[in-house]
């Protein structure tokens, strides 16, 4: 069975709030929204080649204490800039770092809990496969 492609559905328990990071912070465009009672509960999202369903999360909308989640692995092309993007934001990034295993990195965890990593190779070039 050959696959043309995969979306991840990211679950979100306030999808307005969560797309300050994916809109505003990470440069995603949204569509096929879908409401309910008014309120955003799922929209597509994209940026060039890159695609995910952003969800209402089911059940409460607090993060039970074990939940784990996903992980994303973002590759940007000046990770220098996207930091401070991001900050600029308000959001909490991590300081850079140039890892051991060859990559220079930061870190940021969004408001559902998500733990975001940029990195790009240490000597500032990106891999074939783009990380």
Not at 59 to 87: C, F, M, S, V
């Amino acid at each position: 069975m050959p696959v043309v492609s995969c979306i991840p559905v990211i679950p979100s328990a306030d999808l307005e709030k969560s797309l300050r990071l994916w809109v505003d912070g990470l440069g995603f465009s949204t569509s096929r929204a879908m409401h309910k009672d008014g309120k955003l509960i799922g929209c597509m999202l994209q940026n060039g080649n890159l695609w995910f369903w952003l969800n209402q999360r089911a059940g409460t909308a607090q993060k039970p204490e074990d939940y784990h989640g996903i992980n994303l692995y973002w590759a940007p092309t000046d990770i220098h800039e996207t930091r401070e993007r991001l900050k600029a934001l308000g959001f909490g990034v991590s300081e850079i770092v140039d890892r051991d295993y060859g990559q220079t990195e930061f870190f940021l965890t969004d408001d559902d809990g998500f733990s975001h990593c940029f990195g790009v190779a240490t000597d500032g070039q990106r891999s074939a496969d783009g990380v």
